[in-house]
């Protein structure tokens, strides 16, 4: 038998209906004790009437006190805790003097036991209404520190989020810069159809880049055929030299992880790998499941580490004569971007293979979602013209 999803409410998502829930739980208990103790003590059952005029009493009292601790909540401490010893007094005294006149009316006594049943009721009554206006600071202190957790909590959310876009948003410029100039170069030299080309794919990667959500995720098909598109572009410039091979484990291709994840990495292999070399360099992107991660794998066959270039690889940024001339993406992008998305569940490594080459590996946990094909676009890779 299905069993219907149940989601609690919790009690104080309606202050409103959780005031008065309390306010009839409160009074409610408070006069079955008293009754009790007046039945226990042998009063007849019209003394119920009496406990009655006093809850009501109490209950009206309250209300009043709650408009005035309201306004006083939100005030400095000496504002608030000052009025406070003021009213509270004034509201015990006219709790107090009620009950005492109520009693004398049911009791019909003198001037003389007026006075004494106040005194007596007027420490009862004060127990009541300060135990009420302790519960009352307490409760909505309480509900104040909530909101602020709660809002402090958006806000980090926020930043994180913002911090995120930030990073996503630090595409290499000089992939534009450099496109741009080989799509002029095209156009000086009248080759009208590569230029074209790759003015089209250009178009399509950059229109990925700014529909999709910047903190949103994708599939690992997704991020594949993206960085195709990014490949295609960068071929037109590289031809054979840039030599590319995908080892796509099956089952990964479902896989979630941020969008353009990888192409700061294949950038980063292209000018330090690629644009060194005369015979160019194959770079490799694999993608694997191991337990319950998602391991992915970008290699190339360049230099590695012993290049003059090596530190510039690990941070991104080159020097020319001592004068920085490119901060790039770099790897330290890719290494925040991952701490703000996933925390310490999480793994980024560099590394040289015994074959050579550089590689990064990163491993996520393995997240799977269906994902509708119309809320993150599909890259289309447009068609050669010509």
Request: hydrophobic share 45%; charged share 15%; aromatic share 10%.
């Amino acid at each position: 038998m299905a069993v219907l999803p149940f989601r609690p409410i919790p009690f104080f998502a309606n202050k409103n209906s959780a005031f008065w829930r309390l306010q009839a739980a409160g009074w409610a208990g408070a006069m079955l004790l008293r009754a009790a103790s007046g039945l226990a003590n042998s009063q007849p059952l019209s003394f119920l009437v009496l406990v009655l005029i006093s809850t009501a009493t109490g209950l009206s009292i309250t209300l009043i006190l709650s408009v005035v601790y309201r306004q006083l909540i939100s005030r400095r401490p000496l504002i608030t805790w000052g009025v406070t010893a003021l009213v509270l007094p004034l509201a015990v005294a006219l709790y107090a003097f009620i009950d005492t006149w109520v009693h004398g009316l049911y009791t019909g006594d003198s001037g003389a036991g007026f006075a004494q049943r106040f005194v007596g009721l007027f420490y009862l009554d004060a127990t009541l209404l300060l135990a009420w206006s302790a519960l009352y600071y307490m409760i909505n202190f309480f509900l104040q520190i909530e909101e602020q957790n709660d809002q402090l909590m958006q806000l980090e959310n926020q930043a994180t989020q913002a911090q995120l876009a930030m990073l996503r948003y630090q595409l290499n410029p000089h992939f534009l810069f450099n496109t741009l100039n080989s799509i002029s170069t095209l156009v000086l030299l009248k080759q009208t159809e590569p230029a074209n080309a790759m003015l089209s794919r250009l178009s399509s990667f950059l229109r990925y880049t700014l529909v999709n959500e910047p903190t949103g995720r994708v599939t690992v098909a997704q991020e594949i055929e993206t960085l195709k598109l990014y490949l295609e572009i960068e071929r037109m410039r590289f031809e054979e030299r840039l030599r590319t091979r995908f080892l796509i484990e099956p089952g990964t291709e479902a896989a979630l992880l941020p969008s353009l994840l990888l192409q700061p990495l294949v950038e980063n292999a292209i000018k330090y790998a690629v644009s060194p070399q005369e015979s160019g360099a194959e770079i490799t992107i694999a993608a694997q499941l191991v337990g319950p991660n998602l391991r992915i794998t970008v290699s190339d066959t360049g230099p590695g580490l012993h290049s003059g270039d090596a530190a510039n690889r690990l941070t991104g940024v080159t020097f020319d004569g001592g004068e920085q001339v490119s901060t790039g993406v770099g790897l330290a992008n890719i290494r925040d971007r991952l701490a703000q998305a996933y925390g310490e569940d999480h793994r980024f490594e560099t590394m040289e293979p015994a074959e050579g080459g550089f590689a990064v590996l990163i491993e996520l946990p393995f997240e799977r979602r269906e994902i509708p094909q119309s809320a993150i676009p599909t890259p289309q890779r447009p068609a050669l013209i010509g």
